[in-house]
């Protein structure tokens, strides 16, 4: 059983490219996360999808940012327009349920960000 | 004041001595998550934990939930344990510290 997968494992972006990441939860797993660690800095909650439904989006940036986790396929965060800010890494995990029931969470390796 | 504090930010040891990371939060929690993150790798999760202690190894996790404390040990370290330690608090999704450096020398 593969765990989360994420790709490209690492991205570099010019100023004002779109940038795209995915994530593959593992298999089972309904429920997916994303975080994001800026340099020198701790994890931050980005956004929490379940299958075609964002459930909570409160930690994304209200502009240029999106994600979604569609029927089929991974799922995606997207950076519209990226500035050097944005340089990070981005985590997703996944779990086979609401975290609020008490299921454990599995992380991916991430994708590390540079914009040039 | 972050929602979740850890203590030390860095910490340096010698191979063989005992380590121990602390971990306050200031929000009501389900549970509590110790990470283990390897620099340029990825997120490993050593515990989850909503009461009493857990052991795996040479690693151990408390919590008080009274006091809203929580504390990773590490029994006899080597310097394969050198990564980051990250304590996240569970709600309706995951806050986190900001990690403390361990660095066990040989």
């Known amino acids: 059983n593969a765990g989360v997968m994420q790709n490209p494992r690492h991205l570099v972006r010019r100023r004002g490219q779109e940038a795209r990441l995915r994530c593959s939860p593992m298999?089972?797993?309904?429920?997916v996360y994303w975080y994001r660690q800026l340099p020198e800095e701790g994890l931050k909650f980005m956004v929490y999808?379940?299958?075609?439904?964002?459930?909570?989006e409160s930690g994304m940036p209200k502009e240029r940012f999106s994600a979604e986790f569609p029927k089929e396929g991974p799922s995606i965060l997207r950076i519209q327009q990226v500035v050097r800010g944005d340089s990070a890494a981005y985590f997703c995990?996944?779990?086979?349920?609401?975290?609020?029931?008490?299921?454990?969470?599995?992380f991916g390796p991430g994708t590390r960000l540079t914009v040039t | 004041k972050n929602e979740v504090e850890q203590s030390p930010q860095n910490l340096t040891a010698q191979e063989g001595e005992f380590i121990t990371i602390n971990c306050s939060y200031s929000?009501?929690?389900?549970?509590l998550h110790w990470l283990q993150q390897h620099p340029g790798g990825g997120i490993v999760s050593l515990f989850m934990?909503?009461?009493g202690k857990k052991k795996h190894g040479r690693l151990i996790a408390t919590i008080n939930i009274q006091e809203k404390h929580s504390s990773l040990h590490i029994t006899a370290s080597h310097p394969r344990d050198s990564a980051v330690y990250i304590c996240?608090?569970?709600?309706?999704?995951?806050?986190f510290g900001e990690g403390t450096q361990l660095t066990v020398n040989p």
């Open positions: 995990a996944s779990s086979p349920k609401r975290l609020a029931g008490g299921y454990e969470q599995y």
């Open positions: 999808l379940q299958k075609e439904n964002i459930i909570d």
């Open positions: 298999k089972g797993h309904s429920h």
């Open positions: 929000v009501g929690i389900s549970a």
């Open positions: 996240a608090v569970r709600g309706s999704r995951l806050t």
């Open positions: 934990l909503s009461s």
